[in-house]
């Protein structure tokens, strides 16, 4: 007998397979307990008093009229603090509460507990904070070039510049037949999850805190909370409690030091939940984003430069800022070959609400503006615009910008030919008013709408980048329960909705040839996972379950080579059995194994990457890229400014399919994202206030804005990642949006250099 | 205040309410049913629906008081028993309809009207239907497919009920 060597096609629900979600059932009958669903006996509420003011100087803070309110339990600021007194992700520069200075409107000036909500939300309204209000500097361009504008931070106000060199643009020039210029701008997105930031905190005998919160990271937030807690880390233990979304919003820290204070203060637990405008105040947003392009071709639309200059406003604190610069600067030709490059990439800080982690970040805002400057070149050459794309596509050999070889299959040009291939909708039935712009509202039967149709390309880094080593940990292990073997994943990866729960399943059961898994709880008491962002935890978590797995196994070959007298190489699991290629079947897991219990723990790390040079921008700083393309088609009413996004088709490169329900989750997902980002979602500021935060003003899609969507997903594996994966939450956030806004411009003839378009964009009336 | 309502056929009875609570909050603080969902309290996501004597409402625009004696409904309620799903939420789970899961409960308070009603809907249909309900994860296509195959098992239980 010949044992199947094709384990996909002998275990059920393992790689490849679209099992259901392990937490589905308890999702869809409301049992699944998210962060804001947590309750505890005895439990206090907090509350969070935020400056008003984008910018000013506080002289005393009053808190006898709030503590004396009854039902409030403690009222705390910057003094009660019992650590070090500032955190951040990449840079210890955000007050856990504002000491003598506020930098935006809604940083965190002081907290209280109290017995109901409402009584906690009364309090906080009678705190006396003595504000001397300073002008806010608002503007990203003024923070980056004016040496006179207020400093904000005792560095200055650029948090990184990265330069891009290459080649010799000023030579170039000459060689050009045609240049095309832009200044393109992105406005503020927010992520809008929506489960609001919350928790819960619960003081321990032993003076530590016990931490329940929606976190991505949980590692780098206890890296954080326990220094400003005054804590050794083992005091504060972390477990992740439902996450109701997260797009990067949640990768710094919200309420987790605050609840945490308020529980060590009082004795009893504390809960915080935020709502929808607390939230927007809450959390980082998307950088908004200025961007001087110029690109030069030859007559046959080969490009000979591009030239750039990007302006990130990474608002008062640094969050992830320098990444993001490093992102826009590193990709900021997108999947192109250019031989002559200078890009200017630079992150600032400003008044503005605080910008960070969401989906796609740097790359979302370039590929906004280089594929605006592709559809550019290519009506200034009259070329399809499909076809200037596919001259300059990379492949595989071809290096980007940074000098970094392209060594795994890029395969642009298919991928543009497969998006051609795929059909066009019919055009519009207007006899039915709802598939109209402006649905049911009536506005129109059909005069006065124009259909485009548009593309884009994006190219995504995956996992972090530029030597950093975000590995991931897990703790895989084999026993017998109820006479069945059966494996416990436990990692400290957090599953925000995106599925890693059921992919560490799959995986184990592929790798241990056995149906039954459990995934434990997440928490801080095994090894980091690193961040759930950059696509990268069916990476990286993956990759540490897959090696886990495959040590559990190598351990149970070993015992079992010695008991059959074969050599281990000849042995597998299939079935919950273990064979021998030569003598097949030898013997039931679950017979095998006994009372035997075999657990192994792993660190996963991906290869490594190198940080880029400070002047040139150049290096080998990614670890994987991936690609996504779109077909946009809309119909836009032209008199009224009202338009309907009408189909969006993507081709994406995933190199493997682990799940392919979830997967197309993602890519439609970040797709409705990248959709939001070119119609609707922006963040209105006024002298550094927000004048949306609610979901009756900052508008995300419906079910009705969101078209249908054709995918079309290749698998051109690249042999570094497990199974030859590639991450894919990201890439298809990037390419929709010019894709989108590209559309728009087919259908109106108008330039629309800023997204999200708005209705007077597309009636100007001046 | 004391509210006495009905809350998925049980009578229940909460004390000592603050007067400016919602329906949605005393489901979920005062009566431990946190399936309905806090996502924006302002009735725009639809993520809180709950049936308010046999209609869709959002709980968190009800205030306590208005639910005084009236019949509520809400996901933790639409299973036919302990087991068992409803046939909206097997295919929710099924289609990939849920990924975080936050709007889970409202979609499927919105979607089980839907079907209760219509067996048959166009995609237009549903749609309109599921248009005050926001998801930020799915980009809708799997909540469609799901609503789609709720629909055809409603149908075809309906016709081997007979009815």
């Known amino acids: 007998m010949t044992a199947p060597t094709n384990l996909e096609s002998t275990t059920s629900g393992g790689v490849g397979d679209s099992p259901q979600r392990p937490d589905g059932t308890r999702k869809v009958k409301g049992e699944f ?97 003595h504000y001397q209000v300073l002008e806010p500097l608002t503007d990203p361009r003024r923070a980056a070039f004016d040496a006179s504008a207020p400093r904000l931070h005792e560095h200055g106000n650029v948090v990184r510049h990265q330069p891009v060199r290459v080649g010799d643009v000023q030579k170039a020039r000459a060689e050009a037949d045609v240049v095309v210029q832009g200044e393109y701008q992105i406005g503020m997105q927010d992520q809008a999850f929506l489960g609001p930031e919350s928790g819960l905190a619960v003081p321990a005998e032993d003076g530590g805190v016990d931490l329940y919160v929606a976190t991505q990271w949980m590692h780098v937030d206890l890296r954080q909370i326990a220094p400003c807690l005054g804590l050794p880390e083992d005091k504060v233990r972390m477990t992740l409690s439902g996450v109701g979304g997260a797009f990067g919003a949640r990768e710094d820290l919200s309420m987790q030091v605050h609840a945490a204070m308020l529980a060590l203060h009082t004795g009893r637990p504390i809960k915080i939940v935020y709502n929808r405008e607390e939230s927007f105040y809450g959390h980082v947003h998307r950088h908004p984003a200025i961007m001087r392009y110029e690109h030069g071709a030859t007559r046959d639309g080969k490009l000979v430069y591009a030239k750039a200059e990007t302006i990130l406003d990474g608002g008062a604190y640094t969050s992830s800022t320098a990444n993001v610069v490093g992102n826009a600067a590193s990709l900021g030709v997108g999947p192109y070959e250019v031989p002559n490059v200078e890009i200017d990439a630079y992150g600032v800080y400003t008044n503005n609400p605080p910008c960070g982690a969401m989906r796609g970040f740097g790359a979302v805002q370039a590929c906004y503006a280089y594929e605006s400057q592709m559809d550019k070149l290519a009506a200034a050459l009259d070329m399809h615009p499909l076809d200037v794309r596919r001259v300059n596509a990379v492949s595989e ?19 543009l030919r497969r998006l051609k291939n795929i059909p066009l909708p019919d055009p519009t039935d207007n006899s039915d008013i709802r598939n109209l712009p402006g649905g049911v509202s009536n506005t129109t039967h059909g005069e006065g709408v124009r259909r485009g149709v548009g593309y884009g390309v994006g190219l995504k880094n995956i996992c972090f980048s530029e030597g950093f080593d975000d590995y991931s940990t897990a703790r895989v292990r084999l026993e017998v329960i109820g006479g069945e073997p059966a494996a416990l994943v436990h990692t400290a990866a957090a599953e925000v909705g995106q599925g890693l729960v059921t992919l560490q399943a799959q995986i184990a059961r592929t790798e241990l040839g056995i149906e039954r898994v459990t995934i434990a709880p997440a928490d801080t008491q095994i090894g980091d996972a690193g961040s759930s962002s950059a696509s990268r935890q069916s990476y ?227 | 205040m004391r509210l006495n309502l009905t809350v998925n056929g049980e009578p229940q009875q909460a004390d000592d309410i603050w007067p400016g609570e919602s329906l949605l909050y005393v489901l979920r603080e005062r009566l431990g049913l946190p399936g309905a969902k806090n996502a924006c309290e302002q009735g725009e996501c639809g993520s809180c629906t709950v ?60 979607a089980h009207n839907l079907v209760e009603h219509n067996q048959n809907p166009s995609d237009a249909e549903i749609r309109e239907e599921l248009a005050g309900n926001l998801c930020r994860c799915t980009g809708y296509e799997k909540i469609l497919d799901a609503v789609r195959l709720a629909a055809s098992r409603t149908r075809n239980r309906k016709q081997e009920a007979g009815t």
């Not at chain 1, 504002?98 to 909500?117: C, K, M, N, S, T």
């Not at chain 1, 050999?397 to 991928?415: N, R």
């Not at chain 1, 088709?649 to 190199?655: K, L």
């Open chain 1, 540 to 766: 990286m978590t993956g990759g540490a379950v897959k090696t886990a797995c495959e040590a559990v196994r190598a351990s149970l070959f070993g015992r079992a080579a010695a008991r059959f007298g074969l050599p281990e190489e000849d042995l597998s699991l299939i079935g919950g059995k273990l064979i021998s290629a030569r003598a097949g079947v030898l013997v039931a897991l679950a017979d095998f194994l006994g009372d035997e219990v075999i657990e192994e723990v792993r660190e996963y790390h991906h290869r490594p990457t190198t940080q880029v040079d400070p002047t040139t921008g150049q290096g080998d700083s990614h670890t994987q890229l991936a690609l996504c393309v779109h077909r946009a088609v809309v119909d836009v009413d032209v008199e009224l400014g009202l338009l309907k996004v009408v189909e969006l088709s993507a081709v994406q490169d995933v190199g493997k399919i682990l799940n392919r329900t979830s997967l197309e989750g993602q890519i439609h997902g970040g797709t409705a994202q990248g959709l939001g980002l070119a119609v609707m979602e922006e963040i209105q500021l006024s002298e550094g206030k927000l004048r949306n935060p609610s979901f009756t003003d900052y508008l995300i899609p419906t079910i009705l804005d969101m078209p249908p969507m054709r995918l079309d997903i290749l698998e051109n594996a690249d042999p570094h990642a497990p199974y030859g994966l590639r991450g894919a939450g990201e890439p298809s956030t990037l390419s929709s949006t010019p894709a989108i806004a590209a559309a728009i411009r087919d259908a109106t003839g108008l330039s629309l250099p800023r997204v999200p378009v708005r209705p007077d964009d597309l009636t100007p009336t001046s």
């Open chain 1, 397 to 415: 050999g071809s290096k980007l910008a940074t000098g970094q070889l392209v060594d795994t299959p890029a395969p642009l040009a298919e991928m």
């Open chain 1, 33 to 129: 307990a998210y962060s804001s669903d947590l309750w505890h006996d005895d439990m206090l509420w907090g509350a969070t008093l935020r400056s008003p003011h984008p910018h000013a100087g506080i002289t005393a803070i009053d808190i006898g009229e709030a503590l004396a309110t009854p039902g409030v339990h403690a009222v705390l600021t910057h003094d009660d603090v019992p650590g070090v007194r500032y955190y951040g992700l990449d840079h210890p520069d955000q007050p856990v509460l504002a000491i003598d200075r506020v930098r935006y409107q809604g940083e965190p000036v002081a907290l209280v507990a109290a017995e109901h909500p409402e009584v906690a939300r009364r309090a906080i309204n009678k705190i006396g904070v």
């Open chain 2, 51 to 110: 049936y308010l004597d046999g209609v869709p409402a959002c709980s968190c625009l009800v205030a306590a008081g208005q639910a005084e004696g009236h019949d509520v409904v809400t996901v933790e309620g639409l299973a036919p028993g302990e087991d068992d799903l409803h046939p909206v939420q097997e295919a929710f789970v099924e289609a990939g309809a849920v990924q975080c899961g936050f709007c889970t409960p409202g979609l499927l308070v919105a």
